[in-house]
T-cell receptor, first 112, second 114 residues
Framework: DAGVIQSPRHEVTEMGQEVTLRCKPI?????LFWYRQTMMRGLELLIY????????DSGMPEDRFSAKMPNASFSTLKIQPSEPRDSAVYFC??????????FGPGTRLTVL | AQSVTQPDIHITVSEGASLELRCNYS??????LFWYVQSPGQGLQLLLK??????LVQGIKGFEAEFKRSQSSFNLRKPSVHWSDAAEYFC????????????FGAGTILRVKS
């Protein structure tokens, strides 16, 4: 299995631009998670899905952030408009039931 | 509220020395616990997990951890550290009552000196 796949690995954009991060979970996993990692705040859960349905989005910082999971093999995290304080590493993780989460390699986002 | 504390931000050990990384949690339910490792520029990799049963669990790369309910701790140990163990280590806690959410500690950066 290829593991959790994220794209792009690096993204540099200018303030005000739309950013879309993509994730392909491990086949057969029914949970998908989006995390953000920064030096100041550590690893934060933004949102998670179960069977493609958002279960908890209480970690989404504000309305500029949105996430979708149109099918079991794809999810997106969108930031519109982006701001410099959104610069971070964004991780996608997936799991099968209440078991360990498998993390992708992350997307390093820099907003200038 | 659920919380996870890793009291040591940085730890430096000599290669070949033993290692213990501390993790304490505060949870209003029966927890399940994990240790993950993150190398620079990489995602998090699972080292070991505890759900139930034997409170001493073995993981990959020679790591082990012991769940002590009375102390609300889940410390990670390794008898002999290798230079390749230098990384950041995260403790994470979840509970069935809270769905599939995990709360992560702030991490401990391990430096190994030769």
């Amino acid at each position: 299995d290829a593991g959790v796949i994220q794209s792009p690995r690096h993204e540099v954009t200018e303030m005000g631009q739309e950013v879309t991060l993509r994730c392909k979970p491990i086949s057969g996993h029914d949970y998908l998670f989006w995390y953000r990692q920064t030096m100041m705040r550590g690893l934060e859960l933004l949102i998670y899905f179960n069977n493609n349905v958002p279960i908890d989005d209480s970690g989404m910082p504000e309305d500029r952030f949105s996430a979708k999971m149109p099918n079991a093999s794809f999810s997106t995290l969108k930031i519109q408009p982006s701001e410099p304080r959104d610069s971070a590493v964004y991780f996608c993780a997936s799991s099968y039931g209440i078991h360990e989460q498998f993390f992708g390699p992350g997307t390093r986002l820099t907003v200038l | 509220a659920q919380s996870v504390t890793q009291p040591d931000i940085h730890i430096t050990v000599s290669e070949g020395a033993s290692l213990e990384l501390r993790c304490n949690y505060s949870y209003g339910a029966t927890p399940y616990l994990f240790w993950y490792v993150q190398s620079p520029g990489q995602g998090l990799q699972l080292l070991l997990k505890y759900f139930s049963g034997d409170t001493l669990v073995q993981g990959i790369k020679g790591f082990e951890a012991e769940f002590k309910r009375s102390q609300s701790s889940f410390n990670l140990r390794k008898p002999s550290v290798h230079w390749s163990d230098a990384a950041e280590y995260f403790c994470a806690v979840g509970a069935m009552e809270y769905g599939n959410k995990l709360v992560f500690g702030a991490g401990t950066i391990l430096r190994v000196k030769s």
